[in-house]
């Protein structure tokens, strides 16, 4: 029997806001996604066998645009963003486009097409409200293909490969029946791009026969055209009966139309078929009239069409427009909107996401939306639940929009079983049991067990191990998620016993691939070089929510010992006890902060994690600011790169003199330090009458 590809959970839950990432977990995130969108792509472009719908395609490149915008220096070099379509495949030989082969912008909402034509207005400086007429016609849903004629004889056909470079498919492309193979009237140089699509019944057929011959299945037609051009074979090509659409050129040697649609009049005189719907429109609002159009008769089509192109007309103005990022100003795809189905709630699971968060998911009887099968749907968070008023057994209306990964639009009242009982949010994690809770003026519910769920634990490990909390070297996403993996790091305090227990490990460290007898010695020093730990750094190093590096600092300041913290910690979980009182009144530490520490220190699961440090690592004392110090009550700012100790060293250090450091200089400040390369905030401070120290000053004055 032949398979057919489905869809994968994988796309479905990742739903922490790009707004909430950590740096590590958006590195980590666009490897993951430069690689999954590279794995596609292979099996899209190469193998014509997708397994993700075009949809969760892309959700994953937007994603990946949404989190690289926010995040521009993490971009990578390998970066989906910095290619189109996949490098080509071995087989045929390659063609390098004269003219590079692009992609388009999309637009979801008849909203982004107006702001489309504002644009092009703006960048064009027409004034305002004056008509931009653009050509609109269906976005066929096959693959581009350049065909070149030189002294009008058809002399190469090409697919676009990755946009720079494709591949040579001249005979294949031969066999399509409508194109022409000798022009009159042409420039002398040629080539027209269009695209290949399956039309008519020709795909239930081929599907059909693959599956007698127990081949793959093909997804949908796009990837059966692709499938059928890409065959080595051209007579194979042949029996599968492909069409093109022309619709625009590469390298021409004569240009004789100066718009866009007395091009396609030109493409038609030539002998090339275009698409008949195609329409001159000369406003956004007759180009949107269109779309619906050609929207509501889609299903009608021979062929597949995933939206409306909609080009500039005049090609003066496509010139000025030129491109960004290989896709044309001038030139926009606006998407269809969502399909709808109806299905059946059969279950509301949770997913606990690597921050912790608890994100509700529907488990729907498998339903077929406009050629993917959806079984799972991502809710947000219980008030999404509790709005839609989703119940397990609901019969539910479900779409995919082209934008995101499916939605839940409402239940069928009419539909909902007797007795069907309202959904509640579990309050202990399901993945490790600990409490879940909602902080006031939240939505998201999280897990509180940090280090002991397995869900977290990763990204908790690799929050412990670095810089500004243990500051292990040599522990580092990769080689934590393999100890995690194996077993052989659950919790924090398994890491200090990897040194004793490498050689046991199975397979023993030694073993293991990408680990050498040097590696292995130098993580272990740099284990044990952190046997012992500043308090501030550990309370820092547990990951306790809202407690940053300097809140950390304040608590250690304030308690002195763990013990001291701890026995408080303990007395506050009496709701009556002072001890909470006294908490909450420690400056700066409000009830918010007071209550995550209590939800923490409570957590047995997360004392355990605590008793089990304690037997490894000793947590010094924090020295108390020497109060009497020259500086002790005075604001500091340092500026400009210090170069015998580190910003935070000197911050800590000033910290622990009792002064406080400020990021700017104000009338505030009582002391600037200037070290090399101090700009405006050396010239603050003179304007201010600030005074102002050298580095070996401050360290004179830092004792050290
Ligand atoms: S114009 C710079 N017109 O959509 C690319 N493209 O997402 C200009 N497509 O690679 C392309 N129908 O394969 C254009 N009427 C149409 C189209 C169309 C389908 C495809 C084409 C292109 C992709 C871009």
């Known amino acids: 029997m032949a398979k057919t590809p489905k869809a994968s959970l994988g796309a479905d839950v990742r739903t922490i806001a790009v707004e909430a990432l950590t740096e590590a977990q958006v590195k980590r995130e666009l490897g993951a996604l430069a690689r999954e969108i590279l794995e596609h792509d292979r099996r899209y472009y190469l193998e014509d066998a997708p397994i993700i719908s075009d949809e969760q395609y892309d959700a994953l490149r ?62 064009l400086a027409l004034p305002e409200g004056e008509p931009v007429a653009v050509v609109a016609e269906p976005k066929i849903d096959g693959l581009s293909a350049a065909l070149r004629y030189e002294n009008g004889r058809y002399v190469q056909g090409a ?62 037609r796009r990837n059966a055209a692709a499938g059928s051009l890409r065959q080595i074979d051209p007579a194979v090509t042949a029996e599968r009966q492909l069409r093109f659409f022309a619709y625009g050129h590469g390298e021409v040697s004569e240009e004789t139309w100066t718009t866009q649609w007395e091009f396609l009049e030109q ?80 279950k509301i699971v949770v997913y606990v996401g690597r921050t912790g968060a608890l994100t509700p998911l529907a488990q729907v009887e498998p339903v077929h939306v406009g050629g993917v099968t959806i079984s799972n749907i991502g809710l947000h968070n219980e ?28 239940v069928v009242p009419e539909k909902r079983k007797r007795g069907a009982r309202k959904w509640k949010m579990p309050e202990v994690c399901p993945i490790c049991g600990s409490a879940a809770v909602r902080e006031e003026g939240e939505a998201v519910r999280r897990c509180t067990g940090g280090l002991i769920c397995s869900a977290q634990a990763v990204e908790r490990l690799l929050h412990f191990c670095s810089r500004l909390a243990f500051d292990i070297h040599g522990l580092g996403e990769i080689q934590i998620a393999q100890f995690w993996e194996n077993g052989d790091i659950k919790e924090p305090a398994d890491i200090f016993t990897l040194p004793r227990l490498a050689s046991r490990l199975k397979p023993p460290l030694a073993e293991r691939p990408g680990w050498g007898e040097t590696k292995m010695r130098n993580l272990f020093r740099a284990i044990e070089a952190r046997r012992t730990v500043s308090l501030d750094r550990f309370l820092y190093s547990l990951g306790i929510r809202h407690v940053g590096e300097s809140t950390a600092r304040l608590l250690a300041m304030h308690f002195g010992s763990l013990d001291n913290l701890l026995a408080t910690m303990a007395a506050a979980r009496d709701e009556d006890s002072d001890a909470r009182a006294a908490l909450d009144s420690i400056d700066q530490v409000g009830p918010v902060l007071a209550q995550a520490l209590i939800d923490f220190f409570n957590e047995p699961h997360n004392q355990k994690v605590v008793r089990d440090l304690r037997e490894v690592v000793t947590v010094e004392d924090f020295a108390r600011p020497a109060m009497d110090s020259a500086i002790a009550g005075k604001t500091i700012v340092f500026t400009g790169t210090l170069e015998r100790m580190t910003r935070e060293e000197a911050k800590a250090r000033a910290q622990q003199l009792g002064a406080k450091v400020a990021g700017s200089v104000s009338k505030k400040t009582d002391l600037v330090v200037l070290g090399p390369g101090a700009g405006s905030k050396a010239k603050d401070a003179e304007r201010l009458g600030i005074k102002t120290i050298d580095e070996d000053e401050w360290l004179k004055l830092a004792g050290k």
């Open 383 to 410: 008030d999404i639940v509790a709005e839609k008023d989703v119940r397990e057994g609901d019969t539910v209306i479900i779409q995919r929009a082209g934008d995101v990964i499916p939605q839940l639009v409402r």
């Open 62 to 123: 937007q994603r990946n645009e949404a989190i690289e915008a926010r995040f521009s220096a993490l971009v990578r070099a390998d970066s989906p963003s910095r290619r189109v379509g996949a490098p080509p495949g071995t087989g045929f030989q390659k063609v390098v486009h004269r003219h590079p082969m692009g992609s388009l912008q999309n637009a979801f909402s008849e909203e982004e097409v107006r702001d489309f034509i504002d644009r092009v207005r703006r960048f």
């Open 267 to 346: 493409l038609k005189r030539w002998g090339f078929p275009t698409n008949p719907l195609a329409k001159h429109c000369k406003t956004v609002e007759e180009a949107l009239a269109l779309h619906r159009d050609i929207g509501q008769g889609r299903k009608g089509l021979a062929y597949d069409i995933d939206g409306v192109v909609y080009k500039v007309d005049r090609i003066d103005w496509q010139r000025r427009l030129g491109s960004v990022s290989r896709a044309p100003r001038w030139a926009l795809a606006h998407k269809f909107a969502a399909e709808q189905a109806e299905t059946v709630v059969r």
């Open 159 to 220: 697919t676009r490969g990755d946009g720079i470079t494709g591949e040579d498919v001249t005979a294949n492309i031969a066999t399509i029946s409508a194109m022409p193979k000798v022009i009159k009237n042409a420039p002398a140089v040629l080539e027209v791009r269009g695209e290949v699509y399956m039309g008519g019944d020709e795909f239930t057929k081929l599907n059909a026969a693959q599956e007698k011959a127990g081949k793959q299945l093909y997804a949908n």
